[in-house]
Structure formats: structure tokens, C-alpha cells
């Protein structure tokens, strides 16, 4: 099976401007997390979607924001860019149906620079 | 907030060497999960360890788990240099579950 691909994997925006992340899960897989890591925060849990629904939220500003389709490929938005913003923002997937947190499979990243 | 705290924050040894780590957590948990990350690219999983087990085994790694203090430990038998990578442990909080909170890592040197 393929593994999880995030698109673009290197970003650079200018402060204000939006971004559009893309992530294709492994196949059969319907549950999409993403996370944030920067050097000072560490890795921080930004949302996650589970068959078009978002399931779970984390502690960022409205400007962040997501999105599942049908076919399980999500999408998350950064509005507004601050250059706090810059970040290697992961996607990961997991096969976990269940309330409890399975095993995720991340893809590479996506390397966001704010200018 | 952070939920899992890992200890050493670095850790350098020779190749052939057991290497170590341990992760702190505050809340109760579902399950502990631990992950490697190379340099700039996605983490790896690694093991997953249930709150009703108290060790697991995958390969060179062992993974224990002491709920009572709240913590747990990885173990890397006969380190190699390719194990060299930040590994980073994940809790499944019971009171907030379905999203993995993952601690500030330890960054692990092992030099041929």
C-alpha cells in the first residue's frame, strides 16, 4: 500500500496570505490527523477528521482549519499567516474505527515557511 | 499542554550500547505509543502498549508501562547507528480521548 502523501512539501508564504495543505491517507484508512511541529512547541494536535467529520480539536486559533472528503483525502487551511506560523505541518492516518487512538501512519510533511 | 515528558532529552552512545528512555504522562491514559522521527521527515510508529499491560516486546525494542506512576520506558537493545533519531512517546488521555498527545521527544546519538 502507499503510504500517507502530503502536498506541497516545501511552502513559502507571505505573512497574511492563506495556505491550503493536502493529504492523502493510506488506502482504506478513514481517520486524518493533523499536527504541528515547530522546534520551541514540539508537536501540537491541531484536529482530527473521521469520515468527513471533524472528531477532535486542538488549542489553535480560528485561522486553522480543515476538511475530509469522501474519499478520506483532507485538506487544512491556515488563514491570515503570521510568521509564527511557520512550521513542518504533519498529516498522519489511522485505521482505528473505535473512541481510542490507534496507530498513525504519518506522511513527510509539509514545510511551511511565513515571510 | 503537553501530556508526556521524556527524559533524557538527549542521549549519545556507542553502537552495541542498550539505550534508554523514559516518558512521564499526568492524566490517566487508554494507551502509550511510542514513535521515531528522522531528521525533517514523518514519525514512525513504533509500539503501543494498552493501560492493562505493563510490558511489550517488538524486535530490540522493549516498552514498559507503570500506571501507578504514570510512566513508561523504552528500551533499545544493541543499538545501532540507524537508530539514531528523536523518539517521542503518545498518550490517548481517558478524559479527552481519540487524539494522541505527544511529549517533547529525546533526541538519541548512537556513533559507530
Known amino acids: 500500500k502507499a503510504g500517507v502523501t502530503q502536498t506541497p512539501r516545501y511552502l513559502i508564504k507571505t505573512r497574511g496570505q492563506q495556505v491550503t495543505l493536502s493529504c492523502s491517507p493510506i488506502s482504506g484508512h478513514r481517520s486524518v490527523s493533523w499536527y504541528q511541529q515547530t522546534p520551541g512547541q514540539g508537536l501540537q494536535f491541531l484536529f482530527e477528521y473521521f469520515s468527513e467529520t471533524q472528531r477532535n480539536k486542538g488549542n489553535f486559533p480560528g485561522r486553522f482549519s480543515g476538511r475530509q472528503f469522501s474519499n478520506s483525502r483532507s485538506e487544512m487551511n491556515v488563514s491570515t499567516l503570521e510568521l509564527g506560523d511557520s512550521a513542518l505541518y504533519l498529516c498522519?492516518?489511522?485505521?482505528?474505527?473505535?473512541?481510542?487512538?490507534?496507530?498513525?501512519?504519518f506522511g513527510n510533511g509539509t514545510r511551511l515557511t511565513v515571510t | 499542554s503537553q501530556q508526556g515528558e521524556e527524559d533524557p532529552q538527549a542521549l549519545s552512545i556507542q553502537e552495541g550500547e542498550n539505550a534508554t528512555m523514559n516518558c512521564s504522562y499526568k492524566t490517566s491514559i487508554n494507551n502509550l505509543q511510542w514513535y521515531r522521527q528522522n531528521s525533517g521527515r514523518g514519525l514512525v510508529h513504533l509500539i503501543l502498549i494498552r493501560s492493562n499491560e505493563r510490558e511489550k516486546h517488538s524486535g530490540r525494542l522493549r516498552v514498559t508501562l507503570d500506571t501507578s506512576k504514570k510512566s513508561s520506558s523504552l528500551l533499545i537493545t544493541a543499538s545501532r547507528a540507524a537508530d539514531t533519531a528523536s523518539y517521542f512517546c503518545?498518550?490517548?488521555?481517558?478524559?479527552?480521548?481519540?487524539?494522541?498527545?505527544f511529549g517533547q521527544g529525546t533526541t538519541l546519538q548512537v556513533k559507530p
Open positions: 503518545a498518550t490517548d488521555a481517558s478524559s479527552n480521548t481519540g487524539k494522541l498527545i
Open positions: 498522519a492516518s489511522s485505521s482505528a474505527t473505535g473512541v481510542y487512538a490507534g496507530p498513525l501512519h
